[in-house]
């Protein structure tokens, strides 16, 4: 694959030959899933062929990349202020591309210091308190709002649209639909139909491509080109694992392979919770992402031929060397139910060193003499992945060359991959979520909207109930 930085996978301490057969996973398991993954690999590739799965093609749609340059060219400087609403997949692909790529500290720096992008805030929850502290530090003639929806009718995203249409016009008159642009669904939903009618600025999500899957289109791209990250490298990472991973041979395909392992884990091992734990803080949005991706999409009740199964292992964000001082203790020598996978970067940007050889050492600290914070994250990852190993503790490494845009669309679309088939394994839907438009249902009823009058009165019933039931209070 030549000399591009890229994504690496190490599962030796999946395998039985490092921590045994009784937690780790033989050559022969792995065998014997050969002929299925190999039929699964053909029943992707058939079905993108159909048009089923479209977000599998978003690497290679650089049109997008020039339509949204484009407008960020002729709009960043208007703008000193991006606040993204929406909430899921609508946020968390955006949270992790900024954490991982720009400044920790983004929104502190200096016009000069950002090269003239505006700050970013992306606010994906309705808290009352934490959407009025964002309304307190921000100034709408100064701002930009992305409302990003793909249904059209989030309840969430559009309480908080109607919230700003007001202040808008208030603050601005006419001027306030240039502080406007929405990205959703190209044809349906009520946030398209007020776009069109009121002529917001607006991009489209592709038909077929859900939320969770969405980042590599504006969704995610447009916010991140906002804050100046290269999006035409982030597809191009993308495409490069998509060709990576091409293969119908598990030990020539990383995606299936960490399909295969997480499965084989939770299915043969009872290994019923994925940790993953990131030695970057700049990956710790990355690692939401993903929880959203693997929950969501396996966490399914029926099977597709509608058998009752109630499956999917649940995701854990932890982030090292911080959690070594909290979760640790229960990964160490808790119950036997986990799989840890480490986030590692081999080359950090910066190099931080602790004390120079030369100077003079208080007395026990000498031997950081000479190291860096580089050398310490090191080897508080090697120390932690060997005491887990030693104590039988599944774990696998997924190693970035360099933290780049490249790298990032590699590990996005990785992931993406794995999972869809991980839902060929677990033979689920892996691109539906009853579950939660059960939730949505029940708020909407509870609201008050039409056509669901019969479910509000059931739920009526039901807190009725609930008041009359067990409560105990910490005083009167």
Request: glycine letters at 8%.
């Amino acid at each position: 694959m030549g000399d591009k930085k890229t994504v690496h996978l190490d599962f030796h301490n999946m395998m039985a030959d490092s921590i045994g057969p009784e937690h780790g996973i033989t050559e022969e398991e792995l065998k014997g899933l050969e002929p299925l993954a190999s039929q699964y690999v053909k029943e992707l590739k058939d079905e993108r062929i159909q048009g089923k799965l479209p977000f599998l093609d978003l690497p290679y749609n650089q049109d997008i990349v020039v339509q949204i340059l484009e407008t960020v060219d002729f709009i960043k400087e208007k703008f000193k202020n991006l606040v993204v609403l929406g909430i899921g997949g609508s946020a968390l692909g955006n949270i992790a591309i900024h954490t991982a790529l720009n400044h920790s500290f983004h929104n502190l720096l200096t016009d000069r210091e950002r090269n003239g992008f505006p700050r970013i805030f992306i606010h994906d929850n309705i808290d009352p308190d934490g959407f009025s502290h964002l309304l307190d530090i921000i100034k709408p003639h100064e701002t930009l709002f992305n409302f990003t929806t793909k249904s059209g009718t989030t309840v969430e995203t559009m309480s908080q649209f109607l919230i700003l249409i007001r202040l808008l016009r208030n603050k601005l008159g006419n001027g306030y639909k240039d502080h406007i642009i929405t990205i959703t669904d190209s044809e349906r939903g009520t946030l398209r139909a007020i776009t069109e009618r009121e002529g917001f600025q607006s991009f489209s999500i592709p038909a077929g491509v859900g939320g969770r899957y969405s980042v590599l289109t504006p969704v995610g791209l447009f916010s991140a080109a906002m804050s100046g990250v290269d999006i035409g490298a982030l597809l191009d990472g993308a495409a490069w694992v998509d060709k990576a991973c091409q293969s119908d041979n598990i030990w020539e395909n990383p995606a299936l392979m960490g399909a295969a392992l997480y499965f084989l884990s939770h299915a043969g091992k009872n290994k019923n919770l994925l940790i993953m734990m990131s030695y970057s803080s700049a990956l710790r949005g990355a690692a939401d992402w993903f929880c959203q991706l693997w929950a969501e999409s396996l966490g399914k009740k029926f099977s597709v031929s509608k058998e009752i199964i109630h499956t999917g292992s649940t995701p854990v964000k932890a982030i090292g060397v911080t959690d070594q001082h909290s979760q640790l203790q229960l990964y160490m020598e808790g119950p036997y139910d986990k799989v840890i996978t480490f986030w590692k970067i081999e080359r950090f940007i910066n190099t931080v060193p602790i004390i120079n050889k030369e100077d003079a050492v208080e007395s026990g600290l000498e031997y950081l003499q000479g190291h860096s914070l580089n050398d310490l994250i090191e080897t508080e990852f090697e120390g932690t992945r060997l005491a887990l190993t030693e104590q039988k503790r599944p774990n696998c490494t997924i190693t970035l060359d360099e933290l780049s845009a490249f790298t990032l669309g590699q590990l996005f679309y990785l992931f993406e991959l794995q999972t869809a088939y991980a839902g060929k394994f677990y033979k689920v839907n892996t691109f539906d979520q009853p579950g939660v438009e059960a939730g949505k249902i029940n708020t909407l009823a509870l609201l008050g909207k039409k056509e669901f009058e019969q479910r509000k009165t059931e739920i009526t019933v039901q807190l009725q109930k609930k008041k009359e039931g067990y409560r105990i209070s910490c005083g009167n």
